[in-house]
T-cell receptor, first 113, second 114 residues
Framework: DAKTTQPPSMDCAEGRAANLPCNHSTISGNEYVYWYRQIHSQGPQYIIHGLKNNETNEMASLIITEDRKSSTLILPHATLRDTAVYYCIVRPYGSGNTGKLIFGQGTTLQVKP | DADVTQTPRNRITKTGKRIMLECSQTKGHDRMYWYRQDPGLGLRLIYYSFDVKDINKGEISDGYSVSRQAQAKFSLSLESAIPNQTALYFC?????????????FGPGTRLLVL
């Protein structure tokens, strides 16, 4: 699975957009980008995933660059409850998908009042 | 997620003891996983199972064994616990065949080996 690089920590003001970057320069054509988050030692929670198009759901938006070498997770109006560690993961789909998630160290997002 | 439960939630044991961590799910998923998390680090995969008869080693399987007693149950055993197995352990489940194949995690078991 491709390696991802994320900043270790970020701050965001409550109510503002939080933009979390991820570099995955060695991503392969059959690999998706997934985002999970972990709130204070709870089990990780799925947020969103994408292949090459931008994606949006009720939790967040995912912007993937045209060359697919990087992406940004956007929380449009961050709240204190969004304080968590955010993990960017790339994983193949199809015959190469074993279902496994390879977690890096993630980005600790601190949302401040 | 209440659909994935882990027991016990906390456990203190002594070096050399055998312990078992249990995971049960009511989601009807075929795939189950065991991860461990050390302080300040991401999760690392210990074992995973695609169905009752298909069990695979993950990144860090040494010192651990697993049993998939039924589709809904996946147990992790430490045959002879050692202090560096002190960690937070998570079970997860997923359904094969979907693009997103979201993994659903249990609440975790905090294990301390003295």
């Amino acid at each position: 699975d491709a390696k991802t690089t994320q900043p270790p920590s970020m701050d965001c003001a409550e109510g503002r957009a939080a933009n979390l970057p991820c570099n995955h320069s060695t991503i392969s054509g059959n690999e998706y980008v997934y985002w999970y988050r972990q709130i204070h030692s709870q089990g990780p929670q799925y947020i969103i995933h994408g292949l090459k198009n931008n994606e949006t759901n009720e939790m967040a938006s995912l912007i993937i660059t045209e060359d697919r070498k990087s992406s940004t997770l956007i929380l449009p109006h961050a709240t204190l409850r969004d304080t968590a560690v955010y993990y960017c993961i790339v994983r193949p789909y199809g015959s190469g998908n074993t279902g496994k998630l390879i977690f890096g160290q993630g980005t600790t997002l601190q949302v401040k009042p | 997620d209440a659909d994935v439960t882990q027991t016990p939630r906390n456990r203190i044991t002594k070096t050399g003891k055998r312990i078992m961590l249990e995971c049960s799910q009511t989601k009807g998923h075929d795939r189950m996983y065991w991860y461990r998390q050390d302080p300040g680090l991401g999760l690392r995969l210990i074992y995973y199972s695609f169905d009752v008869k298909d069990i695979n080693k993950g990144e860090i399987s040494d010192g651990y064994s697993v049993s998939r007693q039924a589709q809904a149950k996946f147990s992790l055993s430490l045959e002879s616990a050692i202090p560096n197995q002190t960690a937070l352990y998570f079970c997860a489940t997923s359904v094969r065949g979907t693009v997103q194949e979201t993994q659903y995690f249990g609440p975790g078991t905090r294990l301390l080996v003295l």
